[in-house]
C-alpha cells in the first residue's frame, strides 16, 4: 500500500475496520479466536488493527465467499 501509515501500526478499532472490511464484529472476534488474526490491545483492553490486519481479514472474506472453510483458510494462510 502506498500511504503515510505503516502497515504494521496498530491505529484503527473495530468499528473502522467493520467498515472497511465489511464484515461484523462477531466475524472479526471469531477469527481472532480462530488464530487467524491478532490485533494488538491498547490500554483500555481494545483490538487495535494494523492495516496488514485488514488486508488479511479482507483475504479471509474473499476465501469465506469463495466457499473455504475455516480450516483451508488457515492451511493457505500458512503458506
Same mark, same amino acid.
Given at each position: 500500500? #502506498? $500511504?503515510?501509515?505503516?502497515?504494521?501500526?496498530? @491505529? !484503527?478499532?473495530?468499528? &473502522? &475496520?467493520?467498515?472497511? @472490511? $465489511?464484515?461484523?464484529?462477531?466475524?472479526? +472476534? /471469531? /477469527?481472532?479466536?480462530?488464530?487467524?488474526?491478532?490485533?494488538? +490491545? #491498547?490500554?483500555? =483492553? +481494545? +483490538?487495535? !488493527? @494494523? %492495516?496488514?490486519?485488514?488486508?488479511? %481479514?479482507? @483475504?479471509?472474506?474473499?476465501?469465506?465467499?469463495?466457499?473455504? =472453510?475455516?480450516?483451508?483458510?488457515?492451511?493457505? %494462510?500458512?503458506?
Amino acid at each position: 500500500m #502506498n $500511504h503515510d501509515i505503516p502497515d504494521q501500526k496498530a @491505529t !484503527f478499532p473495530i468499528s &473502522v &475496520v467493520k467498515e472497511l @472490511t $465489511h464484515l461484523s464484529g462477531r466475524q472479526i +472476534r /471469531y /477469527y481472532e479466536d480462530q488464530g487467524l488474526i491478532s490485533p494488538a +490491545r #491498547n490500554d483500555g =483492553n +481494545r +483490538r487495535m !488493527f @494494523t %492495516l496488514e490486519d485488514i488486508d488479511r %481479514l479482507k @483475504t479471509i472474506k474473499s476465501y469465506i465467499d469463495q466457499g473455504i =472453510n475455516i480450516a483451508g483458510i488457515k492451511a493457505m %494462510l500458512k503458506k
